[in-house]
Every structure is written in C-alpha cells, then in structure tokens.
C-alpha cells in the first residue's frame, strides 16, 4: 500500500452520499470528525440523517474503502446520534449541487418556540421556489419522496414536479 | 439489457453493504457511548427501551402492509417512509436494549426470537387498519403521543434515550402532520369518507387510555429522570386531537367500557377506576396496562408470525 498523499479527512470528506450523489459527506454535513491516532488508525465519526436511514451502512462501507484506496490501512467509522444532524448542516456548495441537479435545497430549519411543538393543518405556503424556472409559490404534492429527506413539490408556472429537501 | 443481465446488476456488489434485508447488520449503535446512568436500574432500562422499541417496530411492520395497497402513489412514499423511520427508531431503541441487558442479545434477536410474551408494545399499534381511514386514526393517535414523548426524552438523562429523542422529533413532526392533514381531508370530505373517518376515530378510541397509564417501570425512570411521564403527555395530546377534530368535524368518541373488553378478548378485563375528566380514553375496563405486561390481543400472533417467519427459518441468513 503507498504512502497516503492527501489527508484523511479530505478523502472521507469526498465520498460521494449514495443517495444524493451529487452530494460529498462533507457538502451534506455528515461527518463529524476524522482524527488519526498516535497507532496511525483513522477515526471516522459519521451521524445519519434519519433514525432509519438504510444508507449509513453503505457509506461506512464507502469511508472504508476511500481510505484503504488512499493508503490508510486501518480504518475506523463510528456513529454519533447528538446533536441531531439537521439540513442547516448541509454546505453552501452543497446547496448549490443540489439546485444544479434540479433538486431545491433547504431554507432554514424550523426555530423551536418554548413549549409544545405545534401543529399547522393549513395548506403549505411556505416559499420554496422552483429549481426549473425559478418562480415561487410551489405546491407540496407530498412531504415523502423517494428517500425520508426529499419532499415533492410542483410548480404551478411551468408545470414542472421537482424534489425539495425537506428542513429538518 | 437481457433480463438476466438487469437482475445480475442487483446482485453484483463490489462490496458487502446490505441496505434493506437480512440479519446481522452492523449495530446501528457502533460508536456511540454505553454509559448507564449511576441511578438507573439495568433491568429498568432495557424494559422500557423494549417498550418503546417494541411500539414503534410493530407499528413500523403494520404500515408496511400497506406498501402496494395504498390509494396513490404519494400516500404509498409517505407510508414506506414513515415506517422506515419507525423501523429506524426501533433498531436503535433494541440494541439499546440488548446493550444495556448484556445477555448478548442484538437488535436482530430482540426483534425475531422473543416470543409474544415478552414483547412490550401497546395494544394501540397491534390492531389490523380495516381501511385507510383506520390508518390515518391509529397514526394520528400514535405520531401524536409519540412526538409528545420523544420531545421529553431529548432532556433524559440517559445520553442514548436523550439522542433518539432528539432525533426522533423531527421525524414525528412529520408523521403526526401528513396523519393530521389527512383527518381533516376525510373528515372534512364526503358523506361516506366522514363517516368511515368518524368510525375509525370511535375504533382507536379505546385504545388511546393504555398511552397514559404508567407502568411501575416507566415511574421507577420517571423519577430517576430517565423516562417521560405517561401521564404528563395528557394535555398536549387532548389538545392536538380536539383540534384535528375540529378541523375535521368530527366529534370525539365515545367508548362504553365494554368496547374496551371486547378490544382485548384474552386479556385480563378488571376494575373499574376510571377517573371523571381524566385521562384521554379512560373507560375503566382494565386495571394496568395490558400490553406492557405482555398481554397482547389476538391480532399480534398474526403480524408476530409474519415479521419472524423468515428469521427463524433461515437463522442467521443474509441476503
């Protein structure tokens, strides 16, 4: 195995998310840490998005193999629940990737206010705009899309469906 | 592509990541810190992360036998994906669990080789959905009751319940949400949706006091500061059900004691304590909560057979 020429964390950092591709661990704000022992083992400390996220298997398998490939030879990836991952994590290129990819990032994550979480049974208004056209005033087809974190949405200007990352 | 090229692609892994099926996965704990409480019973612990654990596994399987079945193809996405965080959840409260039991019992163990006995959850999510409506009742019960709870177990002073929790509201924000909107939508719809939605809220009914009343676990943590307090979750849960109701028109349930009975036929009916204005539900027929103990009605067997059947067939397999 050769000698590593890049450190470790730029190489955990650019492994690709398996289920938005477009995005690094480090564009999605996943990766919590990479230090490497006095012993020259990688520790590589990952959180998941979602409780059920069946990706986290994947990408620890992924982290592995980009840093044996890279010359680090002994690997290891730990999960951290706390604090709970959030979207405000995910980078300013990430934000831009997923809007070039026609998927719409995420505005801010909801504020807690003191007190019981509340529930709003209106229609949602909230501003997400479209990643075809660019207009606002989208309509929520369904909170769930293809994975936990994507939402579906439509644009009534140009008619387009498209994916927005739901704020969490 | 032939055919037999498109299915070689499935299984053509470079690697061994598995994402959806089999046993052994790795622990979805690995790395994350064991440390029990100086305060805390073990025993305590590891029953009341098998009750929560249990309650959301059960009813992550229940919705899951809606995949294929649901009305569109949007209401299929959020099922599969409420239930995965539901399962998501499960995973992490069972090898808590197994972790703190110490008995070298992992979340695949937990999860396929107990027997009905000794699984924790509440009769709330056992029952069969006889329609959607049903689904959408139960669901609104259960994210209701559960995001009342999690949002308490984010302060626990159990670092691991605290994290799920913290976690685990921000996925139930959304269930109790897409369950809510579609109350009202039924509710507040045609003759024939109204009135199967006014039936399904009568049928869950029932079903609603067992949440609110403590098991001698679940106080023996409430004290150590580790559990959340059944009871203490009462008014924001009465106060989100009358307000989905509200936008729903339809009008509370009303549930003769003998409903209660009849909802656990097996299970030991007694007393009759029910106090006036009190807990959501509260009709009297039971004396403790049944569920928690392990009594479960006669619906379990069925989706406990189902959930094991491959694991214990194929001990061990992986796929």
Do not use: Q
């Given at each position: 195995m050769r000698a590593p020429t890049r450190t470790a964390t730029e190489v955990a950092g650019l492994v690709a998310d398996p289920e938005l591709p477009m995005l690094t661990l480090a564009d999605l704000g996943i990766l919590r840490g990479v230090?490497?022992?006095?012993?020259?083992?990688?520790?590589?400390?990952?959180?998941?998005?979602?409780?059920?996220?069946?990706?986290?298997?994947?990408?620890?398998?992924?982290?592995?193999?980009?840093l044996h490939g890279a010359g680090y030879a002994d690997v290891e990836v730990r999960t951290v629940l706390t604090p709970a991952w959030s979207t405000d994590r995910i980078t300013g290129a990430g934000r831009s990737k997923l809007a070039a990819a026609g998927i719409s990032p995420p505005g801010p994550a909801p504020r807690r206010a003191v007190g019981p979480i509340p529930l709003a049974l209106g229609p949602s208004r909230r501003d997400v705009r479209c990643p075809h056209c660019g207009h606002g005033d989208t309509e929520l087809i369904t909170a769930f899309s293809a994975t936990a974190c994507r939402e579906l949405r439509r644009c009534p200007t140009c008619r387009e469906p498209f994916e927005h990352v739901k704020e969490i | 592509m032939a055919f037999d090229a498109a299915y070689e692609a499935l299984t053509d892994h470079e690697d061994d990541a598995r994402w959806a099926y089999g046993t052994g996965f790795v622990d979805p704990l690995a790395g994350v810190s064991t440390v029990v409480p100086s305060q805390v019973e073990r025993a305590d612990l590891v029953a009341y992360c098998l009750m929560l654990g249990d309650d959301a596994l059960v009813l992550s399987h229940r919705l899951q036998q809606w995949v294929t079945r649901a009305?569109?193809?949007?209401?299929?996405?959020?099922?599969?994906?409420?239930?995965l965080d539901l399962l998501g959840q499960a995973r992490l409260l069972l090898s808590r669990a197994g972790e703190v039991e110490?008995?070298?019992r992992d979340e695949d163990a937990l999860a396929y080789l107990r027997e009905a006995s000794e699984f924790r959850n509440v009769?709330?999510?056992?029952?069969?959905?006889?329609?959607?409506?049903?689904?959408?009742?139960?669901?609104?019960?259960?994210?209701?009751?559960?995001?009342?709870?999690?949002?308490?177990?984010?302060?626990?002073?159990?670092?691991?319940?605290?994290?799920?929790?913290?976690?685990?509201?921000?996925?139930?924000?959304y269930h109790r949400e897409y369950a809510a909107q579609w109350m009202v939508r039924l509710g507040d719809g045609t003759a024939e949706s109204h009135e199967r939605m006014q039936a399904a809220v009568d049928a869950v009914w029932p079903l609603v006091d067992e949440l609110f009343r403590p098991d001698a676990v679940e106080l023996?943590?409430?004290?150590?500061?580790?559990?959340?307090?059944?009871?203490?979750?009462?008014?924001?849960?009465k106060a989100i059900w009358a307000q989905v109701l509200g936008a729903a028109t339809l009008r509370p349930a009303v549930t003769p004691a003998a409903d209660l009975s009849a909802?656990?036929?097996?299970?030991s009916a007694a007393g009759s304590s029910s106090e006036p204005g009190g807990r959501p539900g509260a009709a009297g027929g039971l004396a403790e909560a049944a569920g928690r103990r392990g009594e479960h009605t006669p619906a379990f067997a069925g989706i406990l057979a189902e959930l094991q059947s491959l694991a214990r067939s194929v001990p061990g397999g992986s796929w």
């Open positions: 230090e490497e022992t006095r012993a020259g083992r990688v520790v590589v400390t990952i959180t998941p998005t979602y409780s059920g996220c069946p990706a986290m298997e994947a990408i620890r398998d992924d982290v592995i193999g980009a | 009305p569109e193809l949007e209401d299929e996405l959020a099922i599969a994906n409420i239930a110490g008995a070298g009769l709330l999510v056992e029952r069969e959905d006889a329609d959607f409506a049903h689904l959408v009742a139960r669901l609104l019960v259960f994210a209701t009751w559960r995001l009342a709870l999690l949002d308490r177990l984010a302060t626990s002073l159990d670092p691991v319940l605290a994290a799920i929790g913290a976690k685990g509201v921000k996925e139930v924000t023996r943590l409430v004290a150590a500061g580790v559990a959340a307090d059944p009871a203490g979750l009462c008014d924001e849960f909802a656990l036929s097996g299970a």
